[in-house]
C-alpha cells in the first residue's frame, strides 16, 4: 500500500529551508564534516528537528546537493546531443569535477556512496554515472577514447583528481588533462 506524504506545516518548511541554508554554509566553511549540532544550533532548532527533517549527514548533504545535480543532469542530457562526443564528454568531466569540489570532503563521500544502494547520495551517484557511461560510449563509438576505459573508471578518476585537489596544492584541470590524455585511443586523435 502506498503511503502519500502529507505537506509540511509552514513552521516545519521554515525549519527545513532553514537548516538546509545554514547546512550550506556549514559544509561550504568547514567541509562536509561540520559538527550538525553546530548546523541545527545556528538554524535556532534542536538536533531531533535536525534528525527529523534529515535522519544522517548523507541524508542532509543530499538535499544541500539536489540543486548541483539538477543542473548537472540537465547539462547531462544537453551534452548527450553534442556533435563533438570528445568535447562533451571532457565538458562533462569538467562539470563533474568542479561539482565533486563544492565541498571539502565530499570527494571521499561521494566515492563511498557509489557502490552503496543503501546510502542516501546512491540515486544522485548513479544519476551522474548514467551520464558518464553514456557521454563516454559516445566518446568511443567516435574512436577518441580507448575501449577499456569504463564509466566507474572516470567517475573514480575524477574524484581521486578532486580530493587531491583538496590534499594538496595544484592545477586539478591540469590534472585532469594528464589524465584525459592517457584516456585517448593510442592513434593520437584528439
Not at 550550506?24 to 534528525?51: K, M, N, P
Not at 571521499?108 to 557521454?135: F, K, Q
Request: hydrophobic letters at 40%; glycine letters at 8%; a neutral charge.
Amino acid at each position: 500500500m502506498a503511503t502519500t506524504r502529507r505537506p509540511m506545516r509552514a513552521d516545519a518548511r521554515r525549519n527545513y529551508e532553514r537548516l538546509l541554508a545554514v547546512a550550506r554554509t556549514a559544509f561550504a566553511e568547514q567541509g562536509t564534516e561540520a559538527s550538525l549540532e553546530d548546523i541545527a544550533r545556528t538554524a535556532d532548532v534542536g538536533i531531533g528537528t535536525l534528525y527529523r527533517h534529515f535522519p544522517t549527514r548523507r541524508a542532509l548533504l543530499e538535499a544541500v546537493l539536489q540543486d548541483g545535480i539538477g543542473t548537472l543532469d540537465a547539462r547531462g542530457r544537453e551534452l548527450l546531443e553534442s556533435s563533438s562526443p570528445q568535447e562533451a564528454l571532457v565538458t562533462w568531466l569538467r562539470h563533474l569535477m568542479v561539482h565533486t569540489n563544492t565541498y571539502r570532503g565530499l570527494a571521499a563521500t561521494l566515492m563511498s556512496s557509489i557502490g552503496d544502494p543503501g546510502s542516501e547520495l546512491y540515486v544522485s551517484c548513479e544519476t551522474l554515472g548514467t551520464h558518464s557511461a553514456r557521454l563516454l560510449a559516445a566518446a568511443q563509438r567516435a574512436g577518441a577514447i580507448r575501449p577499456d576505459v569504463t564509466a566507474a573508471d572516470l567517475v573514480k578518476l575524477v574524484n581521486a583528481i578532486a580530493w587531491a585537489g583538496e590534499h594538496c596544492e595544484g592545477d586539478a584541470d591540469r590534472l585532469l588533462g594528464l589524465v584525459l590524455d592517457g584516456l585517448r585511443t593510442r592513434d593520437g586523435r584528439r
